[in-house]
């Protein structure tokens, strides 16, 4: 097999788990957390490491900010044999109840990006796979973090977010973020609608888990607005969750 063209390796690592940061400043901290982990490559946004968990070799690799390119690494992983992916991220917490410093597993996403929609209609959802969702919950609870399950929005404009007022589009967004407040979004962030999407389409199993790093809604509610900047929880809960799919996983 040729390397792939934009993720600059092939097939020979062997690897059928990837755990999927945005940052490619955090792909060498998350392969630390892995046995044996070494550089694998470097390419455009693309950092891998590679190392072992439970016995089965997995990668670590950033997929960049955004949409496309994360389907475009998640494809061309799948054509090098992985078929689990779990993203590690950030969000900022939508939900009252959810705080700097807590985990967000997501389930679902609201598809506010524009990358799935090349893929499949509107009203297809984005949903993560129930066998990574279900490990990546045992997982934080095993670790003992507080974590919330249920639905996130997945956009692609951070300062349509943050800055909605200057848009021109400013009244439609604010009143979408309404909504999803009042349906019970529990957070906002902008890659996993689209991982969840490409990973359905090419029959793989998708889950995400993400660091909440604040909550502008309780700070506009006057509630405490704690920052949780350590992304370690996150880390942690995907590489447990990996050991705890590779047990399931050797059983079938």
């Given at each position: 097999?040729?390397?792939?063209?934009?993720?600059?390796?092939?097939?020979?690592?062997?690897?059928?788990?990837?755990?999927?940061?945005?940052?490619?400043?955090?792909?060498?901290?998350?392969?630390?957390?892995?046995?044996?982990?070494?550089?694998?490559?470097?390419?455009?946004?693309?950092?891998?490491?590679?190392?072992?968990?439970?016995?089965?070799?997995?990668?670590?690799?950033s997929t960049g900010m955004g949409g496309p390119s994360t389907a475009i690494g998640v494809e061309e992983l799948y054509q090098t044999g992985v078929d689990t992916f779990i993203r590690i991220g950030t969000c900022g917490g939508m939900n009252l109840k959810v705080m700097g410093g807590d985990l967000v597993v997501a389930n679902a996403a609201i598809r506010m990006e524009g990358t799935s929609k090349e893929y499949v209609p509107v009203e297809f959802p984005a949903v993560s796979n129930i066998q990574v969702t279900n490990a990546l919950m045992a997982a934080a609870e095993k670790l003992g973090y507080t974590c919330h399950t249920g639905v996130v929005q997945c956009k692609d404009s951070f300062y349509g977010q943050h800055s909605p007022d200057r848009m021109p589009l400013g009244r439609e967004l604010m009143d979408k973020w309404d909504a999803w407040i009042k349906a019970g979004c529990l957070a906002s962030e902008m890659e996993s609608s689209a991982l969840f999407i490409v990973a359905q389409i090419l029959g793989a199993r998708a889950g995400c888990v993400l660091n909440v790093i604040w909550n502008q809604e309780r700070k506009k509610a006057g509630l405490e607005d704690r920052e949780g900047h350590d992304t370690t929880p996150g880390i942690r809960a995907a590489v447990e969750a990996i050991r705890i799919l590779v047990e399931q996983d050797s059983k079938k």
């Open positions: 097999m040729e390397k792939m063209y934009h993720i600059g390796f092939d097939g020979s690592h062997g690897a059928r788990y990837a755990i999927l940061p945005g940052d490619p400043g955090r792909v060498e901290s998350i392969a630390q957390f892995l046995d044996n982990p070494r550089f694998l490559a470097q390419n455009r946004e693309y950092t891998t490491w590679i190392g072992v968990v439970a016995g089965q070799k997995v990668l670590a690799m």
